[in-house]
């Protein structure tokens, strides 16, 4: 209750100065120069997230075709990885390298292309907010 007396007091106190039109036009038009200088600045970023995100979409894909390529063309007898030991685990995944990195080049290309999908509905839904 006391400090509900003191904001009303305090609001109550301010009497704000009237000043002429010219003045009021101009800071108007400064505020309006900077808002759509803050446009164009997200805009600008917009454009570089998406180019950002294209290359990664595209370095994701070159690398896991790279690696799909590797894999295929290596024979199936050379295990791509050693590790030189007789663990159970281990050997399994040495034995079987082949299929292995087959399926993370696989999975590294269907991960970009559903984060590049995600994104880029994303940056499109932010577009239309007009944010």
Known sequence: MKNDMQLQKLFGSY??????SEQFIRRLEKRLALIDEIRRMQAARIRRYRLA???????????????????????PE???FTFGT???PLL?????????????????????????LNI????????SKGI
Do not use: Q
């Open 15 to 20: 009497r704000p100065k009237l000043t002429d």
């Open 92 to 116: 399994f995944i040495e034995r079987n390298s082949h299929f292995i990195s087959s399926l993370l080049a696989s999975l590294m290309m269907a991960c970009c292309i559903v984060f590049l």
């Open 53 to 75: 995100v294209v290359a990664a979409f595209v370095a994701g894909i070159v690398c896991g075709g790279g690696l799909l390529a590797f894999v295929m063309t290596v024979p």
């Open 86 to 88: 007789d663990a159970g």
């Open 78 to 80: 050379v295990p791509l």
């Open 120 to 127: 880029h509905d994303w940056t499109d839904r932010m577009y």
